[in-house]
């Protein structure tokens, strides 16, 4: 497999992925899925620092919290920076690149 295609797998899996988060949020842009991501980290971050006594339970839950959203993060910015920097692949190129 070749480093374009490498690109293009990766790509699309992303572009999945953040489709996906689209739908389930209500919003029709990868920005607002970022936007909401980083807000809920920043939220449960804040929410640990204050050192108000919470169980065990909710602490562990607002770290697990804190860990997947932060990898979705992740994920979108790494999307949006290979849209934006000339890669503009999407699910199509893939089956019009197999069929040839």
């Keep these: 497999m070749n ?13 999945e992925q953040v489709n996906c988060y689209m739908e389930n949020l209500l919003v029709d842009s990868p920005y ?3 936007v909401y991501f980083e807000k809920q980290v920043n939220r449960y971050t804040s929410m640990l620092k204050e050192g108000k ?11 697990h919290l804190i860990r997947e959203y932060s990898s979705f ?12 920097t000339g ?12 069929k040839s």
Excluded: C, W
Aim: proline residues 4%; hydrophobic residues 40%; without cysteine.
């Design 3 to 15: 480093e374009t295609s490498k690109v293009i797998d990766r790509f699309v899996f992303l572009e």
């Design 32 to 34: 607002h899925v970022l």
């Design 53 to 63: 006594p919470y169980p065990a339970s909710v602490e562990n839950t607002l770290l």
């Design 73 to 84: 993060v992740s994920l979108v910015k790494e999307y949006l920076k290979i849209k934006t």
């Design 87 to 98: 890669g503009n692949y999407s699910s199509g190129d893939v089956m019009a690149e197999s």
